[in-house]
Structures are given as C-alpha cells and as structure tokens.
C-alpha cells in the first residue's frame, strides 16, 4: 500500500492550498481514504474522510465550510480542497486509509499512511 500526499507549502492567512493523495498498490475505490494532520507539538488529528463511493464524507468541525474533500476512483487520487485558511491550519498533513468506515471514528482505525506533505500558514 502506498500514499503520497503533495500540495503543500506557505500560504498567508486567508489563502488556499490543494493537496492530492496519490493511492496505489491496493483497490483504493473499496476503502474510505482521508486526511490527518500533525501541528508541532500537538497529538494528531483526523481531519476529513471520504467513503469509497463518495456519497459519505466527515470533517472535524474545525474546517466544516472552509475544506472539501473529493476523491476520482479512475485516478486513484483524492483531493483536499483547503480555503480560507488560518495558522492554526499550519500541520504536516498525511493521507491515509483503514478499514473503518468513513466518519467521527474513522481515524481510529487508519492502519496505512504515506508521507506527509507540510502546509504552513503564516503572513
């Protein structure tokens, strides 16, 4: 199973940023993928999750209305659209997927992750 997050980078408050997860080396399209994010110095945090068909998505409340996740089977790629955003937005951000399904419990189950990618907001 691989998971290679990219998109990230230095952004002002206020701003926007993509980040893509790349899936490969399993059928991606039978499982829930997401994101999670670490802050420095913080425990980490599920931030969105995307059902394998994409009619069931969860976010943490901190970014319901600012982030959108979407997900393109065909590609095995899924996507966090991140608007509006604010420092505290400022994490290593990882792509990742488990056997729980898509939801507040989600992350508890993630079991395979790739690399992160950084996403830094500050003015």
């Known amino acids: 199973v691989q998971l290679q997050a990219f998109g990230g980078g230095l952004v002002q408050p206020g701003g926007f ?13 039978y499982y829930a993928i997401g994101w999670f994010r670490q802050a420095p110095g913080k425990e980490r945090e599920g931030v969105s999750c995307i059902s394998s068909s994409g009619r069931t998505i969860y976010y943490v409340d901190s970014v319901k209305g600012r982030f959108t996740i979407s997900r393109d089977n065909d590609q095995n790629t899924v996507y966090l659209q991140m608007n509006s955003l604010k420092p ?3 994490a290593v951000y990882y792509c990742a997927t488990g056997p729980y ?23």
């Open 88 to 90: 505290e937005d400022t």
């Open 101 to 123: 399904r898509c939801g507040s419990r989600w992350y508890d189950g993630v079991d395979h992750w790739g690399k992160g990618t950084l996403v830094t907001v500050s003015s």
């Open 17 to 29: 940023l993509r980040l893509s997860c790349a899936a490969s080396g399993f059928t991606s399209d």
